[in-house]
């Protein structure tokens, strides 16, 4: 293959051009929205990442020096600290930090990209990897602007510490150890999953010296060095302790191998004693060998599994799979090809397996792990067009060909990109009202919402919240979804004493157990179900220390039969019950006597009929707003028994379809038609597209 060696200058430029690209292409979202102002708060385009607002709000908190006890703040998260830093030193306001982070980090994956390539001397095939791995599908989605979330760096430093592997076993000189130790070290802390992709790699460096390489005792000394960067000790030793090993080796230079052999053994010894497979055998746990069925036990109960609602955590189709990797099938299988001949023509390449390896789980381990097998690959595309443009003669027809195909390879990502118009997690008008909620509650007051919305929740209102994106189990999903899709009074009482539970959870630490377990020793129950039917009548609540607040916001109706997984089983054997009437559909046309629904069906005077099917209707409820924001609803008793009932929500163009239960549960009763329980609630703020109720009890 033609050699292009370039100069340093040279190259650094190509690493400026391909930087300058990466971030180039993450405008094009911000060009599409910069004049919606329905996503801008602040005067700046908002995230588009749920998860975001958990790391921006422990970033907020560490910039107010302190935050609630039990709030889940991620104050000691890496990414909150990193932004913290830089909301410190920069002349930009924290919105902007955090909407272009994942701009000018994730485009930092070409540097590693290059400089593997320059090692490897083939630096032309590395700028076109760099093209293609900065903005190739999954890792675009994933590192987009707004995209605020650690994958900014997840697959950037585990990309460095493979070329610091490489480079330091090519050039078999101690200083570059360091660099392998420094990579490993960040990588691991920045986003501690990455401990089992830093294992396999240390895994994988081992066999490649016992099979080419054992007798040059270089290598060991690297394996040394992976294996202290992965041990499970606290930073302030483990650095220490690499930095002093460092300085031993460095002096004594010309050590008996017995001694680097002895030194081995003992870090291997580090990683056992310091529960270092424990990362990894819980990972293989979570993703590989999930539990088939849809519920967990707990403590003898049993909750649905939160995995089972978990998109990224399923298989994937081959031409999803591929497309995220390289943007196309056909990209994807001449990458393969090229990934094979760069093997080949460079065996140390060997070591990149863990990163590709991991990219090929998400064929049946879900589709955030092709993320690891595309800077690989798209630098294995750049080593196969460099390759085939070898059997041109001509230097215009070679260049030509290397032109097109880059741009072949590039556009059905630009496509990509074009076409995926992702939108801010929250509006203006949801983040005003969220704003006016942090006037009236106070920091320490709860919030009870699906966990979609906790993080936002938290960021925007400063207050707690019952479950978020890290804490969302089944055994805590459950208590919320009763309360959000059960009777007032059930639900009044359950999300009291979840409220109260968790605060004297945080006082006292014997505590301990889930909602239903502590529900059931406090009030004498001798079954599970003994107590949830209580929660029905006035049971005596626990002393009111703090308020709780219901966020319900319209777009919850998209999740509510999913919500509705959560509560809607036994939780002393795990079977469902009764699976519920729940549909939702779009108006398409009125006449006189009827309603054509989007789903094909038709209301025809009490009756619903679709086909030959017919359904009559209990109650045919129609809610209206009127010029001054009040909801008004008109309420027709149709076939009694039929428990079927229809609310037509005139303003939203909408009709729901549902049965007793679901009509008569809190999120319906509050939101949908403000019919609630003067005891129980009291209308806090009332829009359209979101209402907030304080819970008196």
Do not use: C
Request: hydrophobic share 45%; net charge positive; no cysteine.
């Amino acid at each position: 293959m033609t050699n292009f060696k370039l100069s340093t200058k040279n190259f650094i430029i190509l690493i400026v051009v391909a930087y300058l690209f990466s971030i180039l292409v993450r405008t094009i979202w911000v060009y599409q929205f910069h004049d919606v102002d329905a996503f801008k708060w602040n005067s700046q385009l908002m995230i588009n990442t749920n998860d975001g607002y958990g790391y921006a709000e422990g970033a907020r908190d560490i910039l107010a020096g302190g935050h609630q006890k039990g709030d889940g703040s991620f104050i000691d998260s890496s990414l909150a600290i990193v932004t913290a830093f830089l909301a410190k030193i920069l002349p930009f306001s924290f919105e902007t930090i955090i909407l272009w982070m994942p701009t000018f980090f994730g485009s930092l994956l070409v540097i590693p990209i290059m400089l593997i390539a320059r090692v490897l001397n083939m630096e032309y095939a590395g700028f076109i990897g760099a093209l293609l791995g900065g903005i190739a599908w999954s890792y675009y989605n994933r590192t987009m602007t707004g995209y605020y979330d650690t994958d900014m760096l997840t697959i950037v430093l585990p990309t460095f510490t493979l070329w610091a592997t490489i480079y330091a076993l090519l050039k078999k000189r101690n200083r570059y150890i360091l660099l392998v130790s420094f990579f490993m070290v960040l990588s691991n802390w920045w986003y501690f999953q990455n401990y089992s992709l830093s294992l396999s790699m240390t895994v994988v460096t081992l066999l490649y010296t016992l099979i080419f390489d054992r007798k040059d005792i270089f290598n060991y000394k690297v394996l040394i060095f992976m294996l202290i960067s992965l041990s499970q000790i606290d930073l302030v030793i483990k650095i220490p302790i690499i930095l002093a090993l460092f300085g031993f080796f460095h002096i004594k230079s010309d050590l008996d191998k017995r001694v680097v052999f002895l030194i081995l053994a003992i870090s291997i010894l580090m990683i056992f004693a310091t529960g270092g497979l424990d990362p990894i055998i819980n990972r293989v746990n979570g993703y590989l060998f999930r539990d088939s069925s849809d519920t967990i036990a707990n403590e003898g109960l049993h909750y649905f599994s939160v995995v089972k609602t978990v998109r990224e955590a399923g298989a994937i189709p081959f031409e999803l799979f591929a497309n995220r990797i390289s943007g196309h099938t056909v990209t994807f299988i001449l990458s393969i090809i090229g990934y094979i001949l760069l093997i080949f023509k460079n065996r140390i390449f060997l070591l990149s397996l863990p990163l590709v390896g991991l990219g090929f789980i998400a064929l049946w381990g879900g589709l955030r792990f092709t993320v690891y097998a595309v800077p690989i690959l798209a630098l294995s595309m750049g080593y196969l067009i460099i390759y085939i443009s070898d059997y041109f003669k001509d230097k215009k027809s070679k260049l030509a060909f290397i032109a097109i195909a880059t741009m072949a390879i590039i556009i059905p990502n630009i496509i990509h990109i074009e076409n995926y118009k992702v939108p801010t997690v929250f509006r203006k008008s949801t983040v005003t009202v969220l704003d006016k909620l942090k006037n009236i509650a106070s920091r320490e007051d709860y919030v009870l919402a699906w966990w979609d919305y906790g993080y936002p929740i938290r960021y925007y209102s400063d207050v707690k919240t019952f479950i978020d994106g890290a804490r969302h189990s089944g055994s805590a999903n459950y208590p919320v979804s009763f309360a959000l899709l059960h009777n007032q009074k059930a639900s009044a009482n359950i999300a009291r004493l979840y409220a109260e539970y968790k605060e004297r959870s945080l006082r006292d630490s014997n505590f301990t157990g889930t909602l239903l377990e502590k529900g059931m020793r406090e009030y004498g129950k001798s079954s599970v179900n003994e107590f949830i039917s209580s929660l029905n009548s006035d049971i005596k609540l626990p002393k009111k220390r703090r308020d709780i607040y219901y966020y319900l916001p319209f777009k919850m109706m998209d999740i509510l039969p999913t919500i509705d997984l959560f509560s809607n089983l036994n939780p002393a054997t795990g079977r469902n019950y009764r699976s519920p009437l729940f549909i939702r559909a779009g108006l398409i046309k009125r006449t006189i006597n009827s309603f054509y629904l989007s789903n094909g069906m038709q209301i025809i005077g009490g009756s619903i009929r679709r086909g030959n099917n017919i359904l009559p209707i209990e109650q045919l409820v129609t809610t209206e707003y009127d010029k001054k924001g009040l909801l008004h609803t008109t309420t027709k008793h149709l076939h009694i028994g039929s428990g079927v009932y229809v609310i037509y929500m005139k303003n939203y163009n909408q009709f729901l379809i549902l049965d007793k239960r679901l009509f008569n549960s809190t999120y319906i009763q509050l939101f949908v038609l403000e019919h609630y329980d003067h005891k129980l609630f009291e209308p806090t703020i009332l829009t359209p597209f979101v209402k907030v109720f304080k819970l008196k009890v």
